[in-house]
Structures are given as structure tokens and as C-alpha cells.
């Protein structure tokens, strides 16, 4: 195995998921200023890149249990349905994000609830300006995709101040528990399952809600952590599109792709007989299949745990090249090049 390099604490900051967690819990629990839960009649949430994540977390983990619609907003502008009845989440671990920033600008002007969650920057000066609620996270603590628990939790904890997610911070308790317990054992199966990975393209797919953002978490970070590329869909949506991609060239497609299912104990009885159908149509056309299986104690722990063994398995990928997951120049070149500057 290479030598391991990690100028940025990726591997740390990932294994720190637990302590973040029950941190978000402690920053939000004493949050003044929220509106009551007759006052609003729907949820947006404003996220790009990790922040943008975290609102599909928590649409996929809050959404089946809130009495009200939650919708993920990641652009430049919010909804035009946006009033005075929207709790508006802005999400941005800088806090100078200008997605997020000119779209929580629009829509407080529209009259949306803001409660900004950020490291500080423009969001924050603004969320000062509106007297809006705001839960501090420090953007030095962590990458921001190693630090998904503070901008997904705390939501989920004001959701449930509100009277919107009953529960939730129970739910997250299960989760700090469930990544403990796995963070014990998770270094050699990652490693394993790196090796069999390493010299293909993965495909991870997952089931329903929970699986398919799990998987697209999984795919993220292969991404990112181990510059490589991976792909993710989910059941039942990918037996309606994307099987049909694999119906030829199979000598050519087990030489390049393998699959990763994930698993859960969330999955619609349809989604468990798509799984079958779906591994048995893809056994001929990649080189190998492997499964990943959620443990704990409902939804939120589940989910969790399947996106912490995806994070180390990414970081498992990147130390057996000698790559170091921290450092994402072609992201940095990009943003860049959308801020006018030279690269």
C-alpha cells in the first residue's frame, strides 16, 4: 500500500462524523427567533455542493414524516411561490456560497423565514441583518463534504423544535451510536472493498430515497476523495431508464465497470424484488458486484452509516494510489473561472 498523504485531515474529519453530529445538536438545541409551526405551510431549502447534499438528506430522512412539503433548491433563485409561509433553510459552510447567497437575498425579500445554517461570511452578516436565526458552524473545522452531519442535523433539530419532524433528535442519538460502533470495524472491509474497486468505474446504486442519495453520497466522494470517476442511480428509477443502457457490449463493459449495491431495511417490498432483477440483468455486463449493508437503528442511522462507509471506502481508494483525498484542484479551477479570476 502507498504511503498515506492527507494535507487536509480527511481522515479525521470523516471519522469525527459522531462528535460533528452530537456538536450540531448542541449548537441548535438553545435556537431562539424560529416562527411557530402555524405560520408556515411549506419548507425550502437552499444548498450547493455539500450544502445542497445535506438539504437532499434531510428531504429524503424529514421529508416521509413532516406534515408539510420540503423541496431542495440548489440555483440561484428560489421558487416564485416563496411568501411569508416558507421556512427558508440557507446552507453554506463558507457562508460566501453566491448561489445561496443571492438566492436566500430574494428570498427573504419574498417574505421567506430564513434560518441560516453557515461558518460565517455574507449569509451570516445577512441572517444579522434580518435578525434572522442562525446556527454557526466553524468552515475550518473540516472540509465541507467531511462535515455534511452539522449542515444536515441542525435542520432536522429545528424541524423538530417546530413540531415538524417528531424525534429527531432521538434519531440522530441512534446514528452517533451506529457510526461509533462501525468506525471500530469499517478500516478492513473499506480496504477490501478498495481493492476490488481500484482499475474500474463504479457504479453504485441504491434503493428508494435513503439508498439513491446514500449511493450519490458514495459516488461524491469517489469523486472527490479519490479523483475518480463512479456513477450512481437508484431503484425502482433505474429499471426504468438506465437498465437499458447495459442491453450490449458486455466483453467490453466487465472489463471496465463493477457495482456496489447498498442496501437498507427501509425498502419498499417492490424495491427489494427490483434489487433482484437488477443484479441478476447486470451479473454479465461488469466485472463484479459487491454489497453494502446499512446497520441501526432507523432511517437517519441508516443512512448514515451507509454514506460513512462509502466516505472511508473513498478515502481507502485514494491512500492505496498515494493520492491525497484533501486537495480538489479541478473543482478550485472551475470556481475560479465562474468568479472571473485566472487560474
Known amino acids: 500500500m502507498s504511503e498515506r498523504v ?39 431549502v437552499l444548498g450547493m455542493g455539500p450544502g445542497g447534499f445535506a438539504g437532499d438528506l434531510l428531504a429524503v430522512t424529514a421529508g416521509p414524516f413532516m406534515p408539510l412539503p420540503i423541496v431542495v433548491v440548489k440555483s440561484y433563485q428560489p421558487p416564485s411561490y416563496v411568501d411569508e409561509q416558507t421556512l427558508v433553510f440557507a446552507l453554506s459552510a463558507s457562508g460566501d456560497t453566491p448561489e445561496i447567497v443571492q438566492a436566500a437575498a430574494q428570498a427573504a425579500g419574498a417574505g421567506g423565514r430564513v434560518v441560516a445554517v453557515t461558518g460565517g461570511g455574507q449569509l451570516a452578516q445577512m441572517a444579522a441583518d434580518w435578525d434572522a436565526p442562525l446556527v454557526e458552524v466553524d468552515p475550518m473545522l473540516y472540509p465541507p463534504r467531511a462535515g455534511l452531519s452539522v449542515l444536515t442535523v441542525a435542520p432536522m433539530i429545528i424541524l423538530e423544535q417546530m413540531g415538524l419532524f417528531p424525534g429527531a433528535t432521538q434519531w440522530v442519538r441512534h446514528a452517533v451510536n451506529q457510526i461509533r460502533s462501525r468506525r471500530d470495524a469499517a478500516r478492513k472491509p473499506a480496504a477490501d472493498l478498495a481493492r476490488h474497486l481500484a482499475g474500474t468505474v463504479p457504479l453504485i446504486y441504491g434503493g428508494g430515497g435513503l439508498g439513491s442519495v446514500a449511493a450519490r453520497h458514495w459516488k461524491n ?27 450490449q457490449h458486455g466483453d467490453l463493459t466487465r472489463q471496465v465497470f463493477s457495482m456496489v449495491v447498498l442496501r437498507h431495511e427501509h425498502e419498499h417490498p417492490e424495491v427489494m424484488r427490483g434489487f433482484e432483477i437488477l443484479i441478476d440483468l447486470m451479473d454479465e455486463v461488469v466485472g463484479t458486484v459487491h454489497t453494502v449493508e446499512a446497520s441501526g437503528e432507523g432511517p437517519v442511522a441508516q443512512i448514515f452509516d451507509l454514506m460513512y462507509q462509502g466516505s472511508i471506502t473513498a478515502l481507502e481508494m485514494a491512500a492505496a494510489v498515494g493520492l491525497d483525498p484533501g486537495p480538489v484542484p479541478a473543482i478550485m479551477a472551475a470556481r475560479q473561472v465562474l468568479a472571473g479570476r485566472p487560474q
Open 221 to 247: 466522494m469517489i469523486n472527490t476523495s479519490a479523483k475518480a470517476p463512479a456513477f450512481s442511480a437508484g431503484v425502482p428509477d433505474l429499471l426504468h431508464n438506465e437498465i437499458a443502457g447495459w442491453g
Open 6 to 44: 492527507d494535507t487536509l485531515g480527511m481522515w479525521p474529519a470523516v471519522n469525527r462524523l459522531p462528535e460533528q453530529m452530537l456538536d450540531a445538536l448542541d449548537r441548535t438545541k438553545d435556537l431562539t427567533g424560529l416562527p411557530n409551526r402555524t405560520e408556515i405551510s411549506n419548507v425550502l
